[in-house]
Protein backbone atom coordinates (compact mmCIF):
# COMPACT_ATOMS: atom_id res chain seq x y z
CA UNK A 1 0.00 0.00 0.00
CA UNK A 2 1.24 3.42 -1.06
CA UNK A 3 1.21 6.08 1.43
CA UNK A 4 -1.38 8.98 1.38
CA UNK A 5 -0.41 12.26 3.04
CA UNK A 6 -2.62 15.72 2.71
CA UNK A 7 -0.11 18.80 3.39
CA UNK A 8 -1.76 22.03 3.81
CA UNK A 9 0.47 25.35 3.61
CA UNK A 10 -0.29 29.18 2.17
CA UNK A 11 3.13 29.04 0.85
CA UNK A 12 3.42 27.55 -2.97
CA UNK A 13 7.58 27.09 -2.71
CA UNK A 14 7.11 24.81 0.49
CA UNK A 15 4.09 23.20 -0.94
CA UNK A 16 6.70 22.34 -4.13
CA UNK A 17 9.23 21.30 -2.35
CA UNK A 18 7.80 19.05 0.33
CA UNK A 19 5.57 17.32 -2.39
CA UNK A 20 8.87 17.06 -4.79
CA UNK A 21 10.50 15.00 -1.49
CA UNK A 22 7.51 12.92 -0.52
CA UNK A 23 7.06 11.62 -4.05
CA UNK A 24 10.49 10.92 -4.71
CA UNK A 25 9.86 8.81 -1.62
CA UNK A 26 7.32 6.73 -3.19
CA UNK A 27 4.08 8.69 -0.84
CA UNK A 28 0.82 9.86 -2.45
CA UNK A 29 1.10 13.38 -1.24
CA UNK A 30 -2.00 15.74 -2.26
CA UNK A 31 -1.50 19.88 -1.58
CA UNK A 32 -3.65 23.09 -0.84
CA UNK A 33 -2.86 26.12 -0.06
CA UNK A 34 -5.53 27.16 2.03
CA UNK A 35 -7.72 25.00 5.10
CA UNK A 36 -10.93 24.86 3.24
CA UNK A 37 -9.16 22.66 0.43
CA UNK A 38 -7.18 20.98 2.30
CA UNK A 39 -10.05 19.76 4.87
CA UNK A 40 -11.97 18.89 1.47
CA UNK A 41 -8.99 17.35 0.84
CA UNK A 42 -9.42 14.89 3.90
CA UNK A 43 -12.71 14.25 3.29
CA UNK A 44 -12.23 12.76 -0.17
CA UNK A 45 -8.44 10.68 -0.13
CA UNK A 46 -8.65 10.01 3.49
CA UNK A 47 -5.30 10.28 3.72
CA UNK A 48 -2.90 8.16 6.08
CA UNK A 49 -1.22 11.10 7.83
CA UNK A 50 -1.89 15.17 7.24
CA UNK A 51 0.54 17.99 7.64
CA UNK A 52 -0.35 21.23 8.59
CA UNK A 53 1.19 24.81 8.79
CA UNK A 54 0.26 26.30 11.26
CA UNK A 55 0.31 29.90 10.30
CA UNK A 56 -2.22 30.50 7.17
CA UNK A 57 -4.93 33.50 6.14
CA UNK A 58 -8.01 32.55 7.62
CA UNK A 59 -8.46 29.01 9.24
CA UNK A 60 -4.96 28.27 10.81
CA UNK A 61 -3.62 24.80 11.11
CA UNK A 62 -4.36 24.64 14.40
CA UNK A 63 -7.92 25.49 13.86
CA UNK A 64 -7.81 22.40 11.53
CA UNK A 65 -5.89 19.92 14.04
CA UNK A 66 -8.59 20.76 16.90
CA UNK A 67 -11.13 20.75 13.99
CA UNK A 68 -10.30 16.55 12.82
CA UNK A 69 -9.81 16.19 16.40
CA UNK A 70 -13.02 16.12 17.16
CA UNK A 71 -14.18 13.16 14.74
CA UNK A 72 -10.68 11.95 14.34
CA UNK A 73 -7.41 10.28 15.35
CA UNK A 74 -5.55 10.73 11.99
CA UNK A 75 -2.25 11.52 12.59
CA UNK A 76 -0.82 15.20 12.05
CA UNK A 77 2.38 16.63 11.99
CA UNK A 78 2.39 20.74 12.18
CA UNK A 79 5.25 21.97 10.05
CA UNK A 80 5.43 25.84 10.81
CA UNK A 81 7.95 28.83 11.35
CA UNK A 82 6.49 29.08 15.39
CA UNK A 83 9.28 27.87 17.52
CA UNK A 84 8.31 29.22 20.86
CA UNK A 85 7.74 26.85 23.49
CA UNK A 86 4.04 27.65 24.33
CA UNK A 87 3.85 27.15 20.20
CA UNK A 88 4.72 23.69 20.60
CA UNK A 89 3.04 23.25 23.73
CA UNK A 90 -0.52 24.62 22.30
CA UNK A 91 -0.04 21.91 18.95
CA UNK A 92 0.38 19.10 21.02
CA UNK A 93 -2.47 19.67 23.47
CA UNK A 94 -4.72 20.55 20.48
CA UNK A 95 -3.96 16.84 19.17
CA UNK A 96 -0.72 17.33 16.80
CA UNK A 97 1.28 13.90 16.66
CA UNK A 98 4.30 15.60 16.07
CA UNK A 99 5.97 19.38 15.73
CA UNK A 100 8.59 20.43 13.40
CA UNK A 101 9.62 23.54 12.66
CA UNK A 102 11.09 25.17 9.64
CA UNK A 103 13.52 25.25 7.92
CA UNK A 104 13.60 21.72 8.46
CA UNK A 105 15.46 19.15 6.71
CA UNK A 106 14.26 16.72 4.41
CA UNK A 107 15.87 13.88 6.23
CA UNK A 108 14.39 14.41 9.28
CA UNK A 109 11.35 15.57 7.66
CA UNK A 110 11.24 11.59 6.27
CA UNK A 111 12.26 10.59 9.68
CA UNK A 112 9.32 11.59 11.71
CA UNK A 113 6.68 10.72 8.79
CA UNK A 114 7.94 7.25 8.91
CA UNK A 115 7.57 7.41 13.06
CA UNK A 116 4.41 8.96 12.84
CA UNK A 117 3.40 6.20 10.64
CA UNK A 118 4.87 3.01 12.70
CA UNK A 119 2.79 4.34 15.87
CA UNK A 120 -0.52 4.58 13.96
CA UNK A 121 0.61 1.31 11.85
CA UNK A 122 0.55 2.82 8.57
CA UNK A 123 1.42 1.19 5.31
CA UNK A 124 4.82 -0.27 4.84
CA UNK A 125 6.10 1.27 7.85
CA UNK A 126 3.81 -0.98 9.52
CA UNK A 127 5.46 -2.95 12.42
CA UNK A 128 5.93 -6.63 12.15
Known amino acids: MEEKIVYIDDD?????LVRGYLLQEGICVFTASNATDGMRLIEIQAPDLVMLDWMMP??????VCKYLRRSSSIPIIMLTGRSGESDRVSALEAGVDDYLVKPFNFLELGARIRSVLR???HGKFKEA
Open 12 to 16: PAMLE
Open 58 to 63: GITGLE
Open 119 to 121: RFG
